[in-house]
Structure formats: C-alpha cells, structure tokens
C-alpha cells in the first residue's frame, strides 16, 4: 500500500467560488479569471465538469455548478474511505502489534489517529543533574559513563548506570529488563526522564524513560499517555502514532464546514488531531481537544437534525384546540398556574398547532406540578377532535393519573378511560371497542396502551409519564399507534441538561423552573443502621401526633424474593408495634384490587404507615405524608432517593427524611452526602451525572450512543455542546453535503436507531 499522491483540490476555496457564483447569478465574473481557469490551476479533474462555462447559459452554468459540487462531494468521500485503512497495513509494528491495537478497539488507521490520550505527561521540564531534587520528575541529559549489573537476589537482577551532564552524576536504575544492557551503549549521550530520589546521598532514577540525546520524542516534552493494553507499551504506541501521522496525516480532511470553524475558533482537523498526540503544552491539548469534541458532538446533533427534519417531513395533522373548552378547563382548575407551567402549556399549543408532530420533553423536578401541564396538553388534543393517551409506569400511578385527570377535566366534553393490564374479559372489550369509535377521548394506562389489538380510531397526543421506566422498545411502539402522533414525554426528575440535548436531541424541551408550592420544607437525615431505633422511635412519635408516612425497601430484580422477604417481614413487626396507626404493605406483586385497596385506605388515613417497595417511588400524590423512611438508602439511585424524598411535604409542611444507610463504597457515600446536602432535583441530576458518569447514568439501551462520544465529556462539554448543537441545526436547515450525511450515518447510525424515535 502506498500514500496517495494526486492533486488535492483545495477544498474550501472552491465551495467558496462555487457559492459565489450562484450569488452573483451565475456570472463568471465572480471569479478572477473565470471559473474555468480557476479550476484549471487548483483542481484540473473539476475543470473539465465546467468545460466551455464561459458561453454556457445560467441553466447550463447551474447544472454544471451542482456537478462539480457533487464531483467534490464524490472526491472527499473517497478520502475519508482512504483513512479506513485496516490496521494491519498501517506503517510500523507488523501482525503482532496489530493484534494488539486490536485489543484497544483500533481496527483502522483512523481509530488509531483518533485514539484520544488519557492524559498528558508533564515531562518537559529539565534540569541541570546538579539542581535536581528529590522526588521530583524531570528530564535530564547526559553521557553514559559506566554501567554495571547487579544480580541482586535469583530473580532479581538490576541494571545501574551512572549518567553525567557535566554539572554532576545521576544513576539510572532498571530492575529485571536485561536487555536495555546492549541499547545503552557507554559514552554516548541519552535523555532520561524520571523520579528523582536521593539514596545513600547518590541521586537515582528508578525505571526511567530514556531515549538518545536530542530526540526529544519520550522525553524533554508534554507526552500523551493513551490507554494501554499489555504488551503495548506507551513508547510503541506512541511511535506508531508518529509515524502513521506523518503518513496518513496530509489525508485528513476537515468535516466541519469552514464557516463554522471560523465562527466557533476550531483548529483545523489535521492540526487537531496532531494536536492531541504531540501537543507543546496543556493549553494546545485542550484547544485541540476542544476542537475534536466539537466535531463529535456537532456530527452527533447534525444526525439527531436530520432525523428530526425526516420526522417532521413525515407530517402530521395540525390541530386545532378549542378555544372554549381549553378556556373552561383553565377556569375551573382548583389553584392558579405557576408562570413555567403556563409557558409550557403554550409551547405544547404552538407544538398542536404546526403541521409537523410535536415531540417535546416536559422536565421539571418533583412536585414542579407535570401532571396539569400534561392534562392541559390531552384537553387541546381532544378539543381538536382526536384522541389522547397518557402513559404511566406502574399501575398504581396510572390508577391514581386516572383519578386527577377525572377531577381535573371534571365539567368538560371528554370521555376518560383506563386500561391496566390487569383489565380483561368484557371489560376491556368494552373499552377497546370504545376506542376504536372513537368514543373513548383519553385513555390512560400503563403499557397495556400499546399492546397488540389496541386501536385508537384517531390518536393525535400520546404522553408518556416518568419516561425513564419505558423502554425504547415501548416508544417505539407507542409510536406505531398513530402516524404522526405528538408526543410528550415527562421526566421523572430532572435531566442534566447535556443528557436532555443528546438523549433527546430530536425533542423541544420545556422546563418547569418554578415550584407551585414554594419553600419545601423537607429535611433530610442520614444515619447509620446502628442507629434505626432512634428512627423507629421517632416514627412512633409522628405516627402519635397524627402524622402519615412511608417506609421504603429496595427491590431489585436480581434479589427479588430477598427484597420482598425485607419488606414483608419489616411490614410484619411494624403492623404489630403500630397497630393502633394503621399499616399497609404494598407491593408490585399485590393483586390490582387489593393495591387500590391499600392505596385508597393509605390517602383516607385508615392506614398511616405504608411499608412499600419502590413502587411509590415514581410521581405517587398523597399531600399529607410528611415522614419517609429508607431503608438500604446505599442501595438506591441517587435520582431514585430524590423522587422517593418528592412524596412527602407535598404542601410545603415540614417534612423529614430518614435515609438509613452504612454505604460501603465511595461511590454510595457520595451519593448520600450528596442526597443529604442538595435539595434541588436539576443540580441532584448533575452531581448524579458526575458521580456515575454518563454511560452508567442512561441504562443500557443508550449506552452504546455515549460510549460512541470518544473525547467529548458530556459533564464539562455543556456549552461546546449548546454551539455544536446550534450550529448542526442550522446546517440542517440549510442542506447538509452528502458527505457529511455520511459521516454521520458511519459514526452515529445505529446507535440513533436504537434511540428509538
Ligand atoms: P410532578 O411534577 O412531580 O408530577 P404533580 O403534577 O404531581 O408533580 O404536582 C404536585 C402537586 O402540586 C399536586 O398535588 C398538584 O395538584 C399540585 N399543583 C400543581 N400545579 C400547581 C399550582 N400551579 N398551584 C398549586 N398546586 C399545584
Ligand atoms: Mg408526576
């Protein structure tokens, strides 16, 4: 394989001309010289597109214009296919090493261009053997003068040489590596970068770096430390880098569009990505680093743009809301709406109202007033004529859902149903049947929703509560339920907002920023399992003085008869000790009736203490619970505590939270701390972010699409990404260049696939 040689057309310049061109309508004059001639000198093979340009008419000048558009568009696809060189053919290291960059994830000479540095070493400082302190690390340079060979014990042997720079002797030292013996050679110069340490008043370097004087590769400079795997040390790596770079290099091609280079001070791509591997400094690193994730982050937006103007070209039906059953149902809500949620309410209208689904993403933290926001939105789908549906993540939330729509659209034209799974026979005949003559106005329910042989007759709002409990599979097939159908998708708790713009790149987001009921009054305590008693007295007490509240257990899949068993038998000497109070137990597993059962008597205050699994964990209403008590707190999420905590004080009463817990990771300690300290769900959601890191944050399903991001940070990146994200869209407007389009579709495709919508 050799480097490709032919004439590179200068890419850039010759866009440029072309956008002139059909600025100034097509007039030759536009360039100096004529096109012809222009293209002539700098891209001969695009010269002969253009043949006789100067006598062509505009619609000939046009035509011949996009072809040599497409030409060039042609030309640089072939030059990214050009880097996709398998690795076994990049220059240096032959099979084995092959083998092994395969063991990194580095399958072509792009990969390995792009592997991204851990980190970098500082190794440029240098220093005079004489100045030297110990236990600093510095590079120093200086003439092998002896070496010897100690065989230390049977399996240690150690390598000793005494290097000097003039000003003093320092020792560099190797144990077990005998064949640095022969590369060293006496009285030559060498560069050695190391630890300095003082023994026995003789300074040492234990396993230093070294290469010959005046290199300055390993050592003497800011050095990138990539991810390693055994057998491939930082040194073969780094040359093959070097080396693959100086070969591959002149064919990397910019894929950002100048303009935006320009406008968002990026390096050019070539520059970057030499950037990352041989920076002078930290700060060429990070603005090289910056550039590269950029590009990520800007190709990643630039497919969500893209899917979203196909989802958009798909159409849909604009609706129409009436104004007079919108207005009653504004007049006669029970509070007044907070400013974010009236905002919202008008931006899910304007959403109706387009030709085009909407697809938007209500986020607000606990208790930010979701479910009003979201029933306004079913009151103009219906108003309009079509049907709606709300999906919640448990039975338990979809029954009580059921409940609040009911009052909440007490008065107006619209016919509520639910469908739980647990809903058979005549029953769900009945409400099936209702629905596909469109005689049903909103159905609300868990998945049930959209299993096979639900047909809505003409679905044009779909909402989905407390998202993260659905799968991407149920978006998907949610979707298939009506062509064109809005969506509204509500988050549980707050998402950081990088999550928000990658996750949901496609999706409008609306915020709830204010609380309806401010000053929450929560308080919240952490304590030691040696201490529950304390707990459970102070529980007693409340219960005395006429309080409601929850104890939770953990449930996991993994250890769900052991979970269920906690719970059970906490519930069973709880209902025994507090009789007198009431206590229910509630479960996933409880039968439907018995669940309503619980959860009615619960919020009439029969029962006050409710032992449960995390099944209340997500949006459960019961304003008057003011105590919460966790159990195996180290075992939840950190979003999961935050939700939990949204159960009580609803009404802004004082409250407290008992998070019981001896973690014994760090991770789980910082998570409670962080539980203890923050009340605020969007910070809660950024310091979950940061403690578990992207991947682990989003489930699996996604995971796969961040672990694509290979430099971009999603915790420090926010506002590189709000501009790559800006500028993708924009570009979307404009017309993306195939090119692009298939860049994109090669990092991103299937991983956008999977994101669902
Ligand atoms: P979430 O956003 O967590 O789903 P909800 O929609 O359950 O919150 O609302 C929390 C509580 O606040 C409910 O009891 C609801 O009736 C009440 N609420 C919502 N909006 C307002 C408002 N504008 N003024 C007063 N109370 C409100
Ligand atoms: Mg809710």
Partial sequence: ????????????????????????????????????????????????????????????????????????????????????????????????????????????????????????????????????????????????????????????????????????????????????????????????????????????????????????????????????????????????????????????????????????????????????????????????????????????????????????????????????????????LPFELTGSQVRALREIERDLRAPYPMMRLLQGDVGSGKTVVAAGACVMAVSAGTQAAVMAPTEILAEQHFLVFRELLKGLPIRVERLLGSVRGRERERILEGLARGEIDLLIGTHALFQEGVEFRDLGLAVIDEQHRFGVVQREALQKKGKGTNILVMSATPIPRTVALTLYGEFSISVLSEMPIPGKNVRTVWVSESRRDEVYAEVERLLRAGEKGYVIFPLVEESEEMDLRAATVAYEELSERFAWAGVGLMHGRLPPEEKRRVMGEFREGRIRLLVSTTVVEVGLDVPDATFLVIEHADRFGLSQLHQLRGRIGRQGQPAVCYAIADPTTDEARRRLSAFRDIDDGFRIAEEDLRIRGPGDLLGTAQHGFVSRLKVADLIRDLWLLESAREEAFRLARKGVPGYLVEEVERRFGAALDRLGV
């Fill in 1 to 332: 394989m050799s480097t490709p040689t032919t004439k590179e057309p200068p890419w850039a310049l010759i866009e440029k001309v072309i956008g002139l061109e059909r600025r100034k309508g097509f007039r030759d004059a536009a360039v100096i010289g004529g096109l012809e001639s222009f293209l002539e000198l700098h891209w001969p093979e695009g010269a002969a597109l253009v043949r006789g340009y100067a006598g062509m008419t505009p619609d000939e000048r046009a035509r011949a214009l996009s072809a040599l558009e497409a030409a060039l568009d042609r030309k640089r696809r072939e030059k990214f296919r050009s880097l996709a060189v398998p690795i076994e053919e990049a220059a240096g290291g032959g099979p084995a090493v092959a083998k092994l960059l395969r063991r990194l994830g580095i399958e072509t000479v792009e990969d390995l261009l792009t592997t991204f540095p851990r980190r970098l070493e500082d190794r440029s400082k240098r220093k005079p053997v004489a100045q030297v302190r110990d236990g600093e690390s510095v590079t120093v340079q200086g003439t092998v003068r002896a070496k010897s060979r100690i065989k230390v014990r049977s399996k240690l042997e150690l390598i000793k040489v005494a290097v000097d720079d003039g000003t003093g002797v320092i020792f560099a030292i190797w144990f077990n590596q005998p064949w640095i013996w022969d590369e060293i050679e006496q009285g030559k110069e060498y560069s050695f970068f190391g630890k300095v340490q003082i023994r026995f008043g003789e300074r040492q370097m234990e396993n230093p770096v070294w290469e010959p004087a005046g290199k300055d590769f390993h050592t003497g400079r800011w050095v990138p430390i990539y991810p390693s795997t055994e057998g491939l040390s930082q040194g073969t790596l780094r040359a093959i880098v070097k080396r693959n770079l100086a070969r591959f290099g002149p064919l990397i091609e910019d894929l950002v569009p100048e303009e935006v280079r320009r406008r968002n001070k990026l390096l050019p791509r070539r520059a970057a990505i030499a950037g990352i591997h041989f920076p002078e400094g930290p700060e060429a690193f990070e603005a090289a680093r910056r550039t590269l994730a950029f590009e990520e982050l800007f190709l990643l937006q630039l497919g969500l743009a893209l899917r979203k103007r196909r989802w958009r070209e798909e159409g849909g039906k604009a609706l129409e809301p009436d104004p007079d059953v919108v207005r009653k149902f504004y007049e006669t």
